[in-house]
């Protein structure tokens, strides 16, 4: 079925008229990306194009898709934005929630019994805001969101950095914390800076064991983790127009792991039939009317170094499979020269576990290519050296897959099938003798790969390949395998060698399901009563941040000087804290407890200036709070590069710091500070970051004078009575500084509710 379609016919009723005044103001030929944001700005009223990566721009999302991590501090927020329905379409996918162990049907119980308390919460604030609501097991939010919502042409919100996984499918589709999401919700504008466009322009055509998934790992290894930060990454070129839609979204939502805003194709016959195999053919037939509007303007494609920032060019007939990793997902290694890389840097050649899903690569295609290795594997007499496990991306996936015989084929071939969730992915996964903490390879499909992140490992090597691959790889055991040209030994001694994998972009026989798993919001809810129980491990009503008192900041000491990387998993990390999502000060005890300390190169063992004793960071800081000391964090590059997680942002801001001054932040982190009512600055002279000192004292001489485009002046008091003198840049505008003022956005929403 087509969900909201009234709404989708709207958008494309009022596109040609957007994109043909954009296009005459611009006074040129428009990128797809910029069709898409002319054509969804909250106030119509402009007379100049807007400056990429200068103009803040009010938006107007076409709908918001929160998981369930996410959504339990995104609708604890919006409950205390006094509105009675959120104001655009909205829904909760419960994900995240669900640890991979032994198998889908007990992993599945095992949540629910665990976390009933939060997906009931999350079902009746569903209900009671007009939310539908995507029950545990329904499936991964992004595959859910690319089968269901996700539309040509649109832009959605959704409270995951993955979220751009719907650009498969045409959108501009964006992760954002939380608090971004409330603001859509209460029917105000979505702010975002207009972003820089990088065009990659696809040549040829996959083939053989190289798939989309090569093309994003290969772009990763081009932009690095930061190089995307700021803008839309636009893919175009006959190589484009060859993949399925499914492939296209792969590339999308890894488009995440390189700090892009967003990745989007422009709308060709694979979105058509994609749109048409999930039920939506209403939506092929509107798009099909203005499919002009839905790509860029042809000049754009043939000339995109006068319409780019940037452009790549990869020809996919040349593209090798590549493997990335360990710990950093740019981190990209053409398979046939994995082995020589693996033994320069003593990655572990034996590969432990293969595991194939995630909301990246957990299609039906996906799951179709891998199973013609598995099948081959069991027809040629071999069997997996490593574990095997496969998480389905949606319960309509899983069930036609299983209808079709694949799930038959995994588990031919002694697979694990975890349930229709993120697991393993996200540190949801009980693996059995991670906490040995032994040096170990494994290989995943996923998009993430940093240390800690699967299992909670630290020594756990873990590299990102294509379903396909990886599926040859736990067959062959071994990370340095290259199926293109090594054999490999079976049960009768024979060398046999693997034939280039095949598989179905969409079920020769439809899809089909019996339960989707989605629930619909009530008509009438104004009998439903949202309960949170005071004494709840899991669940905190918020209370509001304190308003700024207008006045320098004074004698703030020195929380944590953070080492190198260090990302929102550093921040707050995943795994078993997602139970803590929804309680704001039990999940404060993971504060920065990842970050290495510059000072000593440890985790969680920060000196505690009140007693010279080092301490963890959340105790240490607790400790300040009580005191009524001001504190501030330091970091390096790209600080809170990862995930959308707005705990990163909303732990320090609870626990009492005021100020995160680093070299550069990554796009997410740095707005979800902004909307907490947090100071997030960076080094005028990123050399300064050397100059800090464990046991240093930080004045805001002109704070009190916070405007937009003025530098922040700050002293430097060292120990031995020295000081230097620095400066911070910040990008707060008017509206930005006014969410500091008060404390918070929420608070300002708030307020300007009452009035």
């Not at 009234?6 to 040609?16: A, G, L, R, S």
């Not at 990886?470 to 060398?495: H, Q």
């Not at 970051?689 to 046991?695: C, H, N, T």
């Not at 004292?697 to 003025?710: A, I, Q, Y």
């Amino acid at each position: 079925m087509a969900f909201n379609i009234d709404m989708i016919v709207k958008v494309y009723e009022q596109i040609q008229q957007k994109v043909d005044e954009a296009r005459a103001i611009k006074g040129s030929p428009l990128t797809l990306a910029e069709k898409i944001l002319y054509s969804h700005l909250w106030d119509k009223k402009y007379d100049k194009p807007f400056k990429r990566g200068i103009d803040y721009v009010d938006f107007a999302p076409d709908r918001i898709a929160c998981q369930d991590a996410t959504a339990q501090m995104a609708l604890l927020q919006f409950m205390q934005a006094g509105k009675k329905s959120v104001a655009v379409p909205t829904t909760v996918h419960c994900d995240h929630l669900i640890q991979a162990s032994v198998g889908a049907s007990k992993d599945l119980q095992t949540a629910l019994n665990n976390s009933n308390e939060v997906f009931n919460f999350l079902e009746s604030v569903s209900d009671k805001y007009g939310i539908g609501f995507w029950k545990p097991g329904a499936g991964i939010i992004h595959q859910v969101v690319l089968e269901n919502y996700a539309f040509p042409g649109g832009m959605m919100i959704g409270t995951d950095s993955h979220t751009v996984n719907a650009g498969g499918l045409g959108m501009v589709a964006i992760g954002v914390g939380g608090a971004d999401a409330v603001d859509v919700m209460a029917g105000m504008p979505w702010e975002l800076k207009f972003p820089k466009l990088i065009g990659v322009k696809l040549t040829g055509k996959c083939s053989g064991w190289t798939s989309p998934k090569d093309v994003i790992l290969k772009v990763a290894g081009i932009l690095t983790v930061k190089g995307g930060t700021g803008a839309i990454i636009e893919y175009f070129g006959p190589g484009a127009k060859s993949m399925s839609c499914t492939g296209k979204g792969t590339i999308c939502n890894m488009g995440a792991e390189v700090g892009a805003t967003t990745s989007t194709f422009g709308y060709d016959e694979s979105m058509e039939r994609y749109l048409r195999s999930t039920g939506r053919s209403e939506i092929a037939d509107a798009a099909n009317k203005v499919k002009d509007y839905l790509t860029a303007d042809p000049d754009v494609y043939e000339n995109p170094e006068k319409y780019f920032d940037e452009v790549i060019e990869i020809n996919l007939s040349e593209l090798m499979p590549h493997v990335n990793g360990p710990f950093s997902p740019d981190i990209a290694t053409p398979v046939n020269n994995m082995g020589k890389r693996a033994k320069e840097n003593d990655w572990p050649l034996k590969v432990e576990w293969g595991l194939i899903g995630s909301c990246t690569n957990s299609s039906y295609e996906d799951l179709s290519r891998a199973a013609s290795i598995a099948q081959q594997a069991i027809d040629k007499g071999l069997k997996t050296k490593a574990e095997f496990g496969i998480n389905p991306g949606s319960e309509q996936v899983r069930y036609t897959a299983e209808r079709d015989g694949f799930l038959d084929v995994f588990e031919n071939l002694n697979a694990k099938i975890f349930t229709n969730a993120c697991g393993p992915c996200i540190g949801q996964w009980a693996r059995e003798g991670a906490d040995l903490k032994e040096k170990n390879s494994i290989v995943h499909s996923f998009n993430r790969n940093f240390a800690k992140r699967a299992d909670g490992n630290p020594n756990t090597h873990a590299f990102v390949a294509s379903p396909e691959m990886v599926a040859a790889i736990a067959i062959s055991g071994r990370l340095d395998f290259n199926p293109i040209t090594d054999t490999l030994i079976n049960s009768d001694g024979d060398k046999v060698k693997l034939d280039e994998p095949s598989g179905w972009e969409l079920p020769p026989k439809g899809f089909e399901v019996e339960d989707a798993g989605y629930i619909a919001p009530s008509k009438d809810s104004s009998h439903i009563v949202v309960n949170v129980n005071k004494k709840s491990e899991r669940l905190q009503l918020l209370e509001p941040f304190t308003p700024w008192d207008g006045k320098n900041i004074l004698n703030a000491r020195l929380l944590i000087k953070a080492l190198g990387k260090c990302t929102t998993d550093h921040i707050s990390m995943a795994g078993p804290w997602l139970r803590y999502r929804g309680h704001l000060d039990n999940i404060s005890n993971n504060c920065l407890i990842g970050a290495v300390n510059a000072f000593n190169e440890k985790t969680n063992f920060v000196k505690n200036h009140l007693n010279g004793e080092y301490e963890g960071v959340p105790d240490v800081q607790r400790i300040y709070k009580k005191n009524g000391i001001d504190t501030i964090v330091v970091g390096d590059h790209n600080y809170g590069e990862g995930s959308s997680r707005e705990h990163a942002a909303m732990e320090p801001r609870h626990l009492g710091v005021k100020v995160v001054l680093v070299k550069s932040f990554a796009r997410i982190h740095e707005t979800n500070l902004k909307k907490q009512g947090m100071l997030g600055i960076t080094f005028d002279n990123e050399n300064d970051y050397d100059l800090i000192q464990e046991d240093d004292l930080f004045n805001f001489v002109d704070l009190e004078s916070f405007s937009p485009n003025k530098k922040i002046t700050i002293d430097v008091i060292h120990s031995d009575g020295t000081k230097d003198r620095i400066y911070a840049n910040h990008t707060y505008n008017e509206q930005q500084i006014e969410w500091y003022k008060e404390g918070s956005a929420l608070n300002l929403i708030k307020k300007e509710n009452l009035n």
